[in-house]
T-cell receptor
């Protein structure tokens, strides 16, 4: 069956460029989460959507990070004016329930900022 | 103190061995806990959920000690395919967030 998909899988950006990362959750999943994973670390929470509503964005590291899920399905994470410290794997996860804790992850987008 | 702390490893064990990983958490209000498995350069995948004192699934046993705020994962009869990083996960904040430990790396050797 179709799992969570993310695109692109790899992205190289020059410092200062804007990037947009896409997540297609499992169909019908209410909850969508974005995480940032640095090398050798566990994923760190960025933001949470319940349908189209962004209910928690406390993990976004700066105002350069912006996420949306306008129709309650596909989500986009945008990073403006990328910096080298933004280099990481960005993981998207979805869950069938609101605030669901059993989450299914996509393969991630590996962002490298040069 | 970090919200979730794990044995950093790495653990290198022979096939057939029993291995245990430990995890401590700081949020005493947490009611549920998870172990995720992450293969190299892959996404995390849910391995086990723990809602009460423990859970067993085949060769895998997770135990919870609420008084000590401690979770463990026991793997019996290790297989080569068990080689991965094991992430301890605790809901936190609004309980919508999952807080991940840094992971424990396991390598099962032939």
């Amino acid at each position: 069956g179709a799992g969570v998909s993310q695109s692109p899988r790899y992205k190289v950006a020059k410092r200062g460029q804007d990037v947009a990362l896409r997540c297609d959750p499992i169909s019908g999943h209410v909850s969508l989460f974005w995480y940032q994973q640095a090398l050798g670390q566990g994923p760190e929470f960025l933001t949470y959507f319940q349908n189209e509503a962004q209910l928690d964005k406390s993990g976004l590291p700066s105002d350069r990070f912006f996420a949306e899920r306008p129709e309650g399905s596909v989500s986009t994470l945008k990073i403006q004016r990328t910096q080298q410290e933004d280099s990481a794997v960005y993981l998207c996860a979805s869950s069938i329930l609101a605030g669901g804790r059993e989450q299914y992850f996509g393969p991630g987008t590996r962002l490298t900022v040069t | 103190r970090k919200e979730v702390e794990q044995d950093p490893g790495p653990f290198n064990v022979p096939e057939g061995a029993t291995v245990a990983f430990n995890c401590t958490y700081s949020n005493s209000a947490s009611q549920s806990f998870f172990w995720y498995r992450q293969d190299c350069r892959k996404e995390p995948k849910l391995l086990m959920s723990v809602y009460s004192s423990g859970n067993e699934d085949g060769r895998f046993t997770a135990q919870l000690n609420r008084a000590s705020q401690y979770i463990s994962l026991l793997i019996r009869d290790s297989k080569l395919s068990d080689s991965a990083t094991y992430l301890c996960v605790v809901p936190s904040g609004s309980a919508r967030q999952l807080t991940f430990g840094s992971g424990t790396q396991l390598t099962v050797l032939p």
